[in-house]
């Protein structure tokens, strides 16, 4: 551990982010999705037939009694896009678990503009497709792309904040979750009793299976996973619905301590007698302090995005383009509707919707972020594809077909160049300007179980900072160790910050942790804690009672009463009550940072924390 650098500590630091690993692996699999669309279209003009042919060819599945017939194109928007649609359901359970909704009244606010941002579109597509047979289509006009969208949104610039994109994934969650129903419902012209009834049923038995232990929960689990897509499927209901409802069924819980000390535990019995059976039992061990949710989302995540949806978008986004396509999309009432819908419907549904919301609760309900931060998402949202090409290619055939596919295509695009026109003439504004414009003023959920108390807890910085950076440490810990000189960095240069340390030693891994704690409470007692907090630090691979001396006498402190201290340990409680408050706080790892009582997740260098502070010092205190 002791050679890794910081470069690696931050790689390592944005792993242990769900949120933001997702948010970095749509946005960098965007490009790759572009690059699918572009080729799909090279492809369906360059060799029409071929292109045709390919995706059309049907072949079969058998598994014992059951079998399915099925075209490649179908195998991959009702097969394979289940399982991308599985990642979109456990990402909405994480929120509802772990992140801005845990509050359920900002569901409220998030859940409503993604309906009425839907039903909008719907009503312009449906005022212009009022009659005739594109009528039918109107599911197409009502859809974001997550993928592409927070592609769009990192192209916008750095000077986007992170909140904006958690907004944006509350809402699209919602526009993913009632467009699949649509599918469900409004596109399947029969459905056929026995196969629904299976479905529900291993549904049911999915649920029930989430109490089991997680040694016999998997196999299980996706077996009656497996069964719910095949009963769908059987009851002619599109199966790719079944990736979402599985994913809204696993819970999200962040790692215990007690989990990860026993994980340890299992490790260091198989380091001593490296049998198979104790490899096993490490193994499930350190499966079982994550959820499944955690581990469901690191299996599919990377290679839906960066396999399945472009494989999506190759199989779908061809079209033959020529002039006599172009000529009739212009004036085809199918295209027009999907563009308007998605150009100016989206943007007018969530930005009003917020306002009324926000105007009618007098403020107590309001976006997590500022107007421009609303209306930069109102136009994003207007970034079709993904379910937008499902419900077409369910509505349409023909020409037709290709009409509303070119109107997705245009709507993504021009609604990409405005929101990235529109974030970039934002970040022409003066800094505090454009902090308000994108964050707004609406109070963040706080993580940090237990305040700041200045009588107790050990500050460095003025008592009236507007940010106060809480970090809890182990002097043993070589991550908290290439943390600390970010830390010095941050306080030299932000005359604004007050940072706190707590202590949270890791027993199990990191055996001088404790005393070393003890032993810079001991230095406290004398004034002079924060230069033992460095001297600990610095010296972590010497942390001995007879090293913690020494350093109690390069810092001129009463040697008797330091050593009585450390070896009666009248400090031990006050440890124990800061290794208490992280617990309560959900944190299991060292260094744990959070910025006004908001955790931060992902990388610990010095730029990006620098970003969250300047955020935090927008927002309100409370």
């Not at 830390?487 to 070393?516: E, G």
Request: glycine share 8%; proline share 5%.
């Amino acid at each position: 551990m002791t050679g890794l650098d910081p470069g690696q500590m931050s790689m390592v630091g944005a792993a242990t982010s769900p949120l933001r690993a997702f948010l970095r692996t749509e946005t960098a699999s965007a490009a790759v999705l572009a690059a699918a669309i572009v080729l799909a279209l090279v492809w369906a003009n360059v060799a029409t037939d071929q292109y045709e042919a390919f995706w059309t060819w049907v072949f079969g599945v058998r598994l014992g009694p059951l079998s399915a017939e099925l075209d490649l194109r179908t195998w991959v928007n009702s097969g394979l896009m289940a399982l991308f649609f599985l990642v979109v359901g456990l990402e909405a359970r994480r929120e509802i678990d772990l992140g801005e909704l845990r509050d359920r009244r900002r569901l409220i606010l998030p859940l409503t503009a993604g309906l009425v941002g839907m039903a909008l579109p719907v009503l312009i597509y449906l005022a212009i497709n009022h009659s005739g047979t594109a009528v039918h289509g109107w599911g197409a006009a009502m859809s974001t792309d997550t993928a592409l969208a927070l592609g769009v949104l990192a192209v916008a610039g750095r000077h986007v904040p992170d909140r904006i994109r958690t907004f944006l994934l509350t809402v699209f969650v919602v526009d993913d979750i009632v467009a699949l129903i649509v599918i469900a419902v409004a596109y399947t012209d029969h459905v056929r009793i026995p196969g629904l009834a299976i479905a529900l049923a291993a549904y049911a038995g999915l649920l029930l299976s989430t109490r089991l232990d997680h040694r016999h929960r998997m196999p299980i689990f996706t077996t009656l996973a497996v069964v719910v897509w095949c009963g769908l499927l059987a009851s002619g209901i599109d199966p790719v619905v079944a990736g979402l409802a599985v994913g809204l069924a696993t819970s999200a819980y962040l790692p215990s301590r007690s989990a990860l000390e026993e994980a340890t535990t299992l490790v260091r019995l198989f380091r001593e007698q490296p049998t198979p059976e104790l490899a096993g039992s490490a193994t499930r061990g350190l499966t079982g302090a994550l959820s499944a949710n955690a581990r469901m989302q690191h299996t599919f995540h990377r290679v839906t995005s960066y396999a399945i949806v472009p494989l999506f978008a190759l199989a779908n986004a061809g079209i033959p383009i020529d002039s006599q396509l172009l000529t009739a999309a212009v004036t085809a009432p199918a295209t027009i509707g999907i563009f308007v819908a998605y150009v100016v419907g989206k943007p007018l549904a969530v930005a009003g919707t917020s306002w009324v919301i926000t105007r009618t609760s007098r403020g107590a309900l309001q976006p997590p972020v500022g107007w421009a931060g609303v209306l930069g998402s109102g136009m994003l949202s207007g970034v079709a594809f993904t379910v937008s090409l499902l419900i077409a290619d369910l509505a349409f055939t023909g020409s037709e077909l290709e009409e509303a596919k070119l109107g997705v295509l245009a709507a993504a695009l021009v609604a990409g160049l405005l929101t990235v026109s529109f974030f970039r003439l934002i970040a022409l504004l003066p800094a505090p300007a454009r902090a308000r414009a994108l964050l707004g003023t609406a109070h963040q959920l706080k993580d940090l179980a237990i305040p700041v108390e200045p009588d107790r807890d050990h500050l460095r910085g003025p008592a009236d900072a507007s940010v106060t950076i809480v970090e809890y440490g182990d002097f043993e810990c070589p991550w908290t160790q290439m943390a600390a000189p970010t830390a010095r960095k941050l306080i030299a240069r932000n005359s604004h910050i007050r940072y706190v340390w707590r202590h949270l030693p890791l027993h199990d891994v990191h055996p001088h942790a404790q005393l070393a704690a003890e032993a810079a409470e001991a230095a406290a007692r004398q004034n002079r804690f924060w230069q033992m907090h460095d001297l600990l630090l610095t010296n972590q691979d010497n942390l001995e009672l007879d090293h913690l001396i020494g350093y109690a006498t390069e810092l001129g402190l009463d040697i008797d009463r330091f050593h009585d201290d450390l070896t009666s340990h009248p400090f031990a409680a006050r440890v124990a009550q800061d290794v208490d408050s992280a617990d309560r706080s959900g944190v299991a790892g060292t260094p744990t940072f959070f910025i006004n009582g908001r955790r931060h997740d992902g990388p610990q260098d010095l730029t990006t924390l620098t970003n969250a502070i300047q955020e935090a010092r927008h927002q309100p205190a409370g």
